[in-house]
Nanobody, 122 residues
Framework: QVQLVESGGGLVLAGGSLRLSCAAS????????MAWFRQAPGKEREFVAH???????YYADSVKGRFTISRDNAKNTMYLQMNNLKPEDTAVYYC????????????????WGQGTQVTVSS
């Protein structure tokens, strides 16, 4: 099994930046597709970005051009650099890993972290 632990969340002013990390333990995830999701109060969890085994990124339109997803397979860690943050980015951010796939995933059987809170004040 694998354990995912997010860190790096916090309170930031609009226009500011944060860098989230997702550290995996229990097994190597260098083979797997990984992703960031977020859930704002009263809303459903939504996709933010994913990164494939080869490093190919894909972003939700709402964060494209502001967020950058990356991974360091040697450290078994995934990152989300968030720039030009907006109040609407406020949410709990979760990382996910599909243990079966390297590229596409519907995330129905993914492993999840516990989440890290990001709050953007105006």
């Amino acid at each position: 099994q694998v354990q995912l632990v997010e860190s790096g969340g916090g309170l930031v002013l609009a226009g500011g930046s944060l860098r989230l990390s997702c550290a995996a333990s229990g097994r190597s995830l260098s083979w797997n597709v990984m992703a960031w999701f977020r859930q704002a109060p009263g809303k459903e969890r939504e996709f933010v970005a994913h990164i494939t085994r080869s490093g190919g990124p894909y972003y939700a339109d709402s964060v494209k051009g502001r967020f950058t997803i990356s991974r360091d397979n040697a450290k078994n860690t995934m990152y989300l650099q968030m720039n030009n943050l907006k109040p609407e980015d406020t949410a709990v951010y979760y990382c996910a890993a599909d243990l079966q796939r390297a590229y596409g995933s519907n995330w129905s059987s993914a492993s999840w972290g516990q989440g890290t809170q990001v709050t953007v004040s105006s």
